[in-house]
């Protein structure tokens, strides 16, 4: 069953500025958060993850942070581009499976 | 070149003519996954493999059957289509669950 909900389901910035994308998970146990880009037509790729024995994860423009008490975790997309308008998923561990957030459609617009 | 590959890309069939799609990694990953894909739904999960000759269903598994008989493959078969079975369809395969690497789609159309 559904354990992951992501907010907001769509998102339009402007190019350079930041985007946010959360998702909330139900099982304290769950120690592994990936997030997928999905471009038009193409298939999903892992852009970044993080396991729970950390706090945040940066890499240049993309960062992970994760709130264990809260039980949300975050993608944040810093000086945003045109390329990056894509769907992003994220996903939290269900047993020896993952579950996926329905996906925000970003829009970066010139 | 380390890839997950589908095929057909694309079908379009007519309902209950029995149809498979295969999927094959050539990473040694012991997981394998098989999701679709919705409009508004996300990624959902219809099977699952952990290793050879072990699978399990995921949220979705009505209507479909897996086997893992090899390390490298697994295939999705649809014993008797149905139109609500239309989709985008996505392998994926992991060394152990977490990080899934994605096969490129197939998008079937069950008329």
């Known amino acids: 069953g559904e354990n992951v909900e992501q907010h907001p389901s769509t998102l339009s910035v402007q190019e350079g500025d930041s985007a946010v994308i959360k998702c909330t998970y139900s099982?304290?146990?769950?120690?592994?958060f990936p997030w997928y880009k999905q471009e038009l037509g193409k298939r999903p790729q892992l852009i970044i993850d993080?396991?729970?024995?950390?706090g945040e994860k940066k890499d240049q423009r993309i960062a992970v942070t994760l709130n264990k008490t809260a039980k949300h975790f975050s993608l944040h997309i810093t000086e945003t581009q045109p390329e990056d308008s894509a769907v992003y998923f994220c996903?939290?561990?269900?047993?020896?499976?993952?579950?996926f957030g329905k996906g925000t459609s970003l829009l970066v617009t010139p | 070149e380390a890839q997950v590959t589908q095929n057909p890309r694309y079908l379009i069939t007519v309902t209950g003519k029995k149809l498979t799609v295969t999927c094959s990694q050539n990473?040694?990953?012991?997981?394998m996954s098989w999701y679709r894909q919705d409009p508004g739904l996300g990624l959902r999960q219809i099977y699952y493999?952990?290793?050879?000759?072990?699978?399990d269903k995921g949220d979705v598994p009505e209507g479909y059957k897996v086997s893992r008989k090899e390390k490298r493959n697994f295939p999705l078969i649809l014993e008797s289509p149905s139109p609500n079975q239309t989709s985008l369809y996505f392998c994926?395969?992991?060394?152990?669950?977490?990080?899934?690497?994605f096969g490129p789609g197939t998008r079937l159309t069950v008329l």
């Open positions: 996903a939290a561990p269900r047993g020896y499976a993952l579950n």
């Open positions: 493999s952990m290793n050879v000759e072990v699978t």
């Open positions: 993080i396991r729970s024995n950390v």
């Open positions: 990473m040694n990953h012991e997981y």
């Open positions: 994926a395969s992991s060394h152990q669950w977490d990080t899934q690497y």
């Open positions: 099982d304290s146990a769950s120690n592994y």
